[in-house]
């Protein structure tokens, strides 16, 4: 590799949690067997203040533009994205158990109605009836044989369904939900990088 070949490549996306000063080596990776390499690396590039907003879009180009002022002997090379997003994450307030309680009581209800109502429309209890009734020959309005197992399947279903025992993860495929939170995330850096676009 020639000394003064210099290639970078963009990091997708960055979350910070405070406002600070980013350097070359925080947005984008790089690469060079020229003796520059650690002063391109602790470069100052951008600084965070509060005046930007919680998602920052830096293209390459502008970064190469100031890279060839500071050092005009060296050739740079953008390899893979052309942008960085940096989302800055403000601070939080502090958790409250109350609301945490509110939330998931509002879920579960939620939750409930719908799968009692699901069961309705579909006539479940007729079926578990008429199902006793072909494996024993009467007529039982409740038979809880079926209706407890199948109770606790719906609840062991839902769990391998989310991947999700509280922290724990049963393998290390992603579950639905974070399938489409991801597709949400790409979204939101999709327009996010066409407003910034058109913007300028």
């Keep these: 590799m020639p000394h003064n070949q210099v290639y970078l490549r963009m990091k997708k996306k960055r979350h910070l949690s405070t406002l600070q000063t980013l350097q070359l080596k925080d947005i984008a990776y790089l690469t060079t ?5 650690k002063e391109l690396e602790n470069m100052n590039i951008y600084k965070i203040t509060e005046k930007d907003h919680n998602f920052i879009v830096i293209d390459s180009f502008i970064i190469i533009r100031h890279l060839n002022q500071q050092f005009p002997e060296l050739a740079f090379n953008v390899v893979g ?11 939080q307030h502090k958790k ?19 799968i009692m109502n699901f069961h309705y429309d579909v006539s479940m209890q007729e079926v578990q009836q008429k199902l006793h009734y072909l494996l024993t020959g009467e007529n039982n ?10 109770s606790f399947g719906l609840g ?45």
């Design 81 to 91: 994205p052309n942008e960085v997003i940096i989302q800055v994450e403000k601070k």
């Design 33 to 37: 067997s020229s003796p520059l390499k």
């Design 156 to 200: 062991a279903g839902m769990l391998l369904f989310f991947n999700h025992w509280f922290k724990k993860r049963f393998n290390e495929e992603p579950s639905p939900l974070e399938i489409e939170l991801y597709k949400y995330q790409q979204s939101i850096h999709d327009y996010v990088r066409e407003s910034e676009n058109e913007l300028k």
């Design 141 to 150: 309005a409740f038979p809880l044989w079926i209706q407890v197992p199948y």
């Design 96 to 114: 409250s158990i109350l609301l945490a309680c509110f939330v998931w009581l509002l879920l579960f209800i939620g939750t409930a109605m719908t």
